[in-house]
């Protein structure tokens, strides 16, 4: 069974840090790509960043880049995210996000989602 656990959420002041944690099992860890999406109920979905499976690529939203840093530890099957000067608008729930092979999907690629942690950024 694939399991996508996050954690580290919290609440923080303008311009501090947290660092959100993704535990991952049933599968290939190794493998995949991972993500990070947030949710606000304004906005909706919203894409965070995305690290290759190898982590040698990332990339991000423009509403994160330099502030946001994406990694994972492929041996303990682990993803993060380092959230830095943080902002009001960062303000959501994180959810990690892989999208597993699966021929029955659309794309051949099934997507997954932990629950999610609570982010909120507020003086």
């Known amino acids: 069974e694939v399991q996508l656990v996050e954690s580290g959420g919290g609440l923080v002041q303008p311009g ?8 991952a099992s049933g599968f290939t860890f ?23 499976n190898g982590g040698v690529s990332t990339t991000y939203a423009d509403s994160v880049k330099g502030r946001f840093t994406i990694s994972r530890d492929n041996a303990r099957k682990m993803l993060y995210l380092q959230m830095n000067s943080l902002k009001p608008e960062d ?17 051949g ?13 507020s003086s």
């Open 16 to 23: 501090g840090s947290l660092r959100l944690s993704c535990a």
């Open 30 to 52: 190794s493998a995949y790509a991972m993500s990070w999406v947030r949710q606000t109920p304004g906005k909706g979905l919203e894409w965070v960043s995305t690290i290759s």
């Open 91 to 107: 303000t959501a729930v994180y959810y990690c996000k892989a999208d597993l092979s699966d021929r029955r999907y659309l794309g």
């Open 109 to 121: 690629r099934r997507p997954y989602w932990g629950q999610g942690t609570q982010v909120t950024v």
